[in-house]
């Protein structure tokens, strides 16, 4: 009976699939090759980046993904500004060190590099230090510490440092005296060291430059170099000025070669040079790449334009009945000039409605949380910490709250390769409460009125206020 069933089936005819296109066997493909997606070589990944504020971000990026290319894709879907200042920053937690990733290097090498035991992290931030000496090369490179070629004439120009960074057949010598971490032990030594294209060397014998006194310390191709971020605390370092080289496929913290310099400008110069020594002419490219192709048609190398709404902008009057637009430019201006005086005597009102000075200065902590540039109870080391990692070029700051004393502000400037603090100090006039930087010859209102005075004026300061510190959320 099953049989004569089962033949009864199959006598049915079949009915003919009119969009015989559509269909997937098991056993033969019906689909045409040219409706098939195209297959692409690259494969994807899964990276994690984190920002200050230890916020983070999955991004599923390709396996030849750049840093840039991160970075343009974080600026993108956060609709930051894109000032060229925008770094990818890898950090090992575990052993205290920190690195700014060149833009053209692959995210996925960097990561395989990572131990899996440690929690190593990539953070987004600026970094307005990244290409500082190309602007300003005599600034990264002291007089003592840089020697030319015998043929070279002592008078060296910008461009001319910048040329012989960059060329293959001649290189500045850098030297001065470094600590250096003997290996396997926690002793440290001050050495004189030599920098070479062919790789950095120390004297065995004093200062002497002969041959036979020098001994190779470490070739920079098949490693990378870092900053230390903890200071003296991990590895007993005598000065905070640590940097180190860490193999590509090193087994820990036993092979890096650690050195210490002195002060700022020393390591700087050293670190500087050694990164115009391994990249060379990529880092000039990566340098000049956002200035290049504007009118090209990558969209990673075009500056952020004003959208079609905001060109349509225009300036309103709603003070009558009915609002207008105020065709006359200087009218508009000087309405908002007005609008931004009547801002600041509200302002004023409102912290001068408060009977007590401490109340009134509640309220103008307030008036400036909102800021991106104040940050509120931090210590002077985090707050080094923070400029540091922004990099040191004249006129990055930022504001926050005095440990010291609970009732004042401290302004935090990078300066000269060096961070200086001052202290904003509240003054009580007549009822009103002001802040002053120079004991009350110049007084303002707020600290969003100080700090955009400041901006534009010089005053006491030995800068003008430039790029702030800020702690981005992703």
């Not at 200087?330 to 009102?349: D, F």
């Amino acid at each position: 009976r099953r049989k004569k069933k089962d033949d009864n089936v199959l006598e049915i005819p079949s009915i003919p699939n009119p969009f015989p296109e559509l269909c997937c066997s098991p056993f033969a493909s019906v689909l045409s090759t040219s409706l098939l997606p195209k297959a692409t070589s690259r494969k994807k990944q899964v990276i994690k980046v984190y920002s200050e504020d230890d916020t983070s971000r999955a991004l599923e990026v390709p396996r030849d993904v750049t840093a840039r290319d991160v970075c343009q894709l974080l600026i993108l879907k956060n609709h930051y500004i894109d000032d060229h200042s925008w770094t990818l920053f890898e950090q090992l937690t575990h052993a205290g060190l920190g690195r700014a990733i060149e833009d053209h290097e692959l995210v996925m090498e960097v990561q395989s590099n990572w131990i899996m035991e440690e929690e190593n992290k990539l953070y987004f931030r600026k970094n307005y230090a990244k290409y500082e000496f190309f602007k300003n090369p005599l600034g990264f490179f002291p007089d003592h510490m840089i020697s030319f070629p015998s043929e070279t004439s002592a008078a060296i120009s910008h461009s001319g440092i910048l040329q012989m960074f960059l060329s293959s057949s001649t290189y500045p010598e850098i030297h001065g005296y470094l600590y250096a971490k003997e290996q396997g032990k926690k002793s440290w030594k001050k050495l004189y060291f030599i920098l070479r294209r062919s790789g950095l060397y120390f004297s065995t014998k004093g200062t002497s430059k002969e041959p036979r006194h020098l001994q190779f310390f470490c070739e920079f191709s098949n490693s990378d170099m870092y900053m230390s971020l903890t200071g003296k605390k991990i590895s007993g370092a005598p000065t905070n000025y640590g940097f180190c080289f860490k193999p590509n496929k090193s087994g820990g913290t036993r092979d890096l070669k650690q050195l210490c310099a002195d002060d700022e400008q020393s390591r700087t110069c050293w670190m500087t040079a050694i990164r115009l020594l391994k990249y060379g002419m990529q880092l000039y490219q990566n340098y000049m790449q956002p200035y290049q192709g504007r009118s090209g048609c990558s969209p990673l190398n075009l500056t952020p334009m004003r959208s079609i709404s905001e060109n349509s902008l225009v300036a309103m009057d709603f003070s009558g009945h009915r609002s207008r637009i105020i065709e006359n430019p200087t009218e508009a201006l000087s309405v908002a000039v007005e609008e931004g005086l009547a801002w600041r005597r509200r302002g004023c009102l409102r912290l001068n409605s408060h009977g007590s000075p401490i109340a009134m200065s509640n309220m103008g902590t307030s008036i400036h949380r909102s800021q991106s540039w104040f940050h509120h109870k931090i210590s002077r080391e985090e707050a080094q910490r923070l400029i540091l990692q922004h990099g040191l070029v004249d006129g990055v700051f930022l504001v926050r709250d005095s440990q010291s004393n609970p009732k004042t502000f401290v302004l935090s400037l990078s300066h000269g390769l060096k961070i200086k603090h001052f202290q904003i100090v509240p003054l009580e006039d007549d009822g009103k409460l002001f802040y002053t930087l120079d004991d009350g010859h110049t007084r303002f209102t707020d600290l969003i009125q100080l700090v955009e005075f400041y901006q534009l004026n010089k005053g006491v300061l030995p800068c003008k206020l430039k790029h702030y510190c800020a702690r981005i959320a992703l």
